[in-house]
């Protein structure tokens, strides 16, 4: 079964410093990748997504992601952290094989200190 | 473009009872999933209807149920609640051929008392 490991329940950063948030997954074909962003009391909002295109995704609100099939990774990076970036971050993987199920990861929780 | 809505935003109900959450999907998806996010279980996948069929559940009991309807919105169901029900539900929807690109509602936070 596939699976996705978030390093980090918590990760703490300055503003104006690099994020890097780390997702791996497991699976014996690659899958679709996708990074979610939940503020606080809210649902779930899509950043980017993995979908075997181009291996360096770029998504919303300056963040991107980089596939990397030898180390079966997917992180989550963004140059400078600003507040409002403050939120939980979810990986998530889906296979077709799967039934469109997106399978997540624990999550991470981003802090940004001014 | 409206996103998903789901409805009602918080709800709450005492064990035992049954509780109906309600999801309209963007305009033009036709595939809608249900995900449960309880404290320390993380986001779980729930059920998944297209085409007005169940076409895939997660490992929940049978009393996790529900139906999609000809207009493609969607309800869950929740017989004889129990106290670890408690979570928030989120709705899903996405479009028949990128089925792997799912845009999430605002989801129903359930307390059960």
């Known amino acids: 079964a596939q699976s996705v490991t978030q390093l980090g329940s918590h990760v703490s950063v300055s503003e104006g410093a690099l994020v890097l948030l780390r997702c791996n997954y497991s699976s014996s074909v690659p899958p679709y990748l996708f990074w979610y962003v939940q503020y606080p009391n809210q649902g779930l909002q899509l950043l980017l997504k993995y979908t075997s295109a181009a291996t360096l995704v770029k998504g919303i609100n300056g963040f991107e992601a980089e596939f990397k099939k030898s180390e079966t990774s997917f992180h989550l990076t963004k140059p400078s952290a600003h507040m409002s970036d403050a939120a939980e971050y979810f990986c998530?993987?889906?296979?077709?094989?799967?039934?469109?199920?997106?399978?997540f990861g624990e999550g991470t929780q981003l802090t940004v200190n001014p | 473009e409206a996103g998903v809505t789901q409805s009602p935003t918080h709800l709450i109900k005492t064990r035992g009872q049954q509780a109906t959450l309600r999801c309209s999907p963007i305009s033009g998806h036709t595939s809608v999933y249900w995900y449960q996010q309880a404290l320390g279980l993380g986001l779980q996948f729930l059920l998944w209807y297209d085409e007005g069929e169940e076409r895939n559940r997660g490992n929940f009991p049978p009393r996790f149920s529900g139906r999609q309807f000809p207009n493609y919105s969607s309800e869950l169901n929740v017989n004889a609640l129990e106290l670890e029900d408690s979570a928030l539900y989120l709705c899903a929807s996405s479009l028949v051929v990128r089925r792997e690109t799912q845009y999430f509602g605002p989801g129903t936070r359930l307390l059960v008392l």
């Open positions: 998530a993987v889906s296979k077709e094989t799967s039934g469109s199920r997106l399978t």
